[in-house]
């Protein structure tokens, strides 16, 4: 199995900060054929599912706002908040599909 | 607006068996595979397991497979997940997730359920 390694395991970021969570992949998840990464972004509020943030590494779902944004290539992936909002406090996961599914551990996300 | 609503979920013995089902709308059924992902209490995400648009392909979690089977209804627009031989470890809220293809083989999930809570307990 693919494991997933997000860090850190929590943060703390001021109103209006950036914030940057990263993901780990033990292999890559970057398909040759069509060269996509094979990564999401997922948001999870207390008490709610999941929601999808980003797919194929760096692809906004549509009706998140733009100043969420993925990047990264192979085996390391960035999510980053560029302003952070108050309703952004959350757990946040990332997840593999190269090779059936994994997720990391997750981060939460706090204002500090 | 997509919807998924999962049921059946309840407590149980280790070694029993629970059906769960999920029921969708807003979309067309058929053209889309669903899984099963699961989050024990306080932990995180795991897929369970995906069946494709047809119902014809599946796949499993390492950890489920051969206790666990899943099946749609495409005339009811409804998944199911029927969870046998049950043990304590499988105690989470089951979501029941809409991908966002058709496949068997799943990628990402698009739209989510609340979820239904599932216990094993002695």
């Known amino acids: 199995d693919i494991v997933m390694t997000q860090s850190p395991d929590s943060l703390a970021v001021s109103l209006g900060e950036r914030a940057t969570i990263n993901c780990r992949s033990s292999?890559?998840?970057?398909?040759?054929?069509?060269?996509?990464?094979?990564l999401a972004w997922y948001q999870q509020k207390p008490g709610q599912p999941p929601q999808l943030l980003i797919y194929?590494?760096?692809t906004r779902e549509s009706g998140v706002p733009d100043r969420f944004s993925g990047s990264g290539s192979g085996t390391d992936f960035t999510l980053t908040i560029s302003s952070l909002q108050a309703e952004d406090v959350a757990v946040y996961y990332c997840?593999?599909?190269?090779?059936?599914?994994?997720f990391g551990q997750g981060t939460r996300l706090d204002i500090k | 607006e997509v919807q998924l609503l999962e049921s059946g979920g309840g407590l149980l013995q280790p070694g029993g068996s629970l059906r769960l089902s999920c029921t969708a709308s807003g979309f067309t059924f058929s053209s889309y595979a669903l899984s099963w992902v699961r989050q024990a209490p306080g932990k995180g995400l795991e897929w369970v397991s995906t069946i494709s648009g047809s119902g014809v392909s599946t796949s499993f979690a390492d950890s489920v497979r051969g206790r666990f089977a899943i099946s749609r209804d495409n005339s009811r627009n409804t998944v199911y997940l029927q969870m046998t031989s049950l043990r304590v470890e499988d105690t989470a809220i089951y979501f029941c997730?809409?991908?966002?293809?058709?496949?068997?083989?799943?990628?990402?999930?698009?739209?989510w359920g609340q979820g239904t809570l599932v216990t094993v307990s002695s």
């Open positions: 194929w590494a760096s």
């Open positions: 997730a809409k991908d966002h293809y058709v496949l068997g083989t799943p990628y990402y999930f698009d739209s």
């Open positions: 292999q890559s998840v970057l398909y040759s054929s069509n060269n996509k990464n094979y």
């Open positions: 997840q593999q599909y190269y090779s059936a599914i994994t």
